[in-house]
């Protein structure tokens, strides 16, 4: 029996389902985080080789797709594509970014474009053409507005305004300062610069702002309007850039910040304003996107053998 797999490797968790050769769905397994700036080389390889010893213990799949934030970006394609040779697959596997595969899990005809907003944000789309295009996905110091991340560090940085008397007041203050289990300002410098503060640790304020913003507060509530603002303008200028013909496509909305918040997806949908866009959350796993297009790759070898 052929084993395909396809896996999501994210900065929070990475998620890998195996399935024999007629498609049916055989294990699905998680794992820890796989980005590779956030993890690095070694960690990611620890990682993918743990959920494939799960996945497929006895022998290495016929064929795999792996959806990985940032590897369309030159040098990165190469640099996973090495990391999967180490692990046993030359020329069986495939690896794309991580939007590519949430499209083919909320798109029939993997036409359409995503919102992806967890720990990061982008926006991706593919037209009946093939054309892609993307905005954000560069990490947060270029762009990832409207991600977790982005929205824990902007109330951070409102809740030390506040706390030093040059911000607006904010329950944000005391909410933050509860769940990062500090009594003080001072305390907050060791955490930032000592390495307690990651990227992942601020996407995990996430939901309290949501809950603060719920209540009324402006501060919050502003800072959850301009996350669905960037992440608006992130679509649109897909959008921009692509051909959809007039023809209605999805815009799917993927990611932990939606879980979190789904009435996001109509306020940004709302804001971005796309003729012909069909909004709706993704209801199925990116990895099995991703199993989809190993799927394909697999019966592409086994129809150029013949």
Not at 111 to 118: C, F, S, T
Request: include cysteine; hydrophobic fraction near 45%; charge should be negative.
């Amino acid at each position: 029996m052929a084993l395909i797999v396809g896996v999501d490797a994210g900065g929070t968790k990475t998620v890998g389902v195996v399935a024999d050769e007629s498609g049916h769905v055989l294990n699905t397994v998680k794992g820890g985080g796989a980005n590779l700036h956030v993890h690095g080389e070694l960690a990611v390889e620890k990682v993918l080789a743990h959920l494939l010893d799960e996945l497929c213990p006895d022998e290495r799949p016929e064929a795999l797709c792996l959806g990985m934030a940032g590897v369309d970006r030159p040098g990165e394609d190469a640099l996973v594509k090495s990391l999967l040779r180490r692990l046993g697959f030359r020329g069986n596997a495939v690896v794309v970014n991580d939007a590519v595969i949430a499209i083919a899990a909320g798109a029939h005809d993997r036409v359409g474009v995503v919102v992806i907003a967890g720990t990061g944000s982008i926006a991706y789309g593919i037209d009946r053409h093939g054309k892609t295009a993307r905005a954000g996905g560069l990490g947060p110091l270029l762009a990832d507005e409207g991600s977790a991340g982005w929205i824990g560090h902007r109330a951070l940085l409102a809740a030390v305004r506040a706390a030093e008397g040059r911000g607006e007041p904010t329950l944000l203050k005391d909410a933050l300062f509860s769940v990062l289990t500090v009594t003080s300002l001072s305390d907050l410098p060791g955490m930032a610069y000592g390495g307690g503060l990651t990227r992942e640790r601020l996407a995990e304020l996430a939901p309290t702002v949501i809950a603060v913003a719920q209540t009324g507060d402006p501060v919050a509530s502003g800072i959850i309007e301009d996350a669905s603002a960037e992440l608006a303008s992130a679509a649109r200028s897909v959008v921009r850039q692509l051909d959809y013909e007039g023809v209605p496509y999805p815009l799917i909305f993927s990611g932990g910040l939606f879980m979190g918040l789904p009435s996001l997806v109509d306020t940004i949908a709302r804001k971005a304003a796309l003729a012909g866009a069909i909004p709706c959350r993704l209801k199925r796993d990116p990895a099995e996107g991703a199993l989809a297009m190993a799927m394909d790759l697999y019966h592409a070898r086994r129809a150029a053998r013949k």
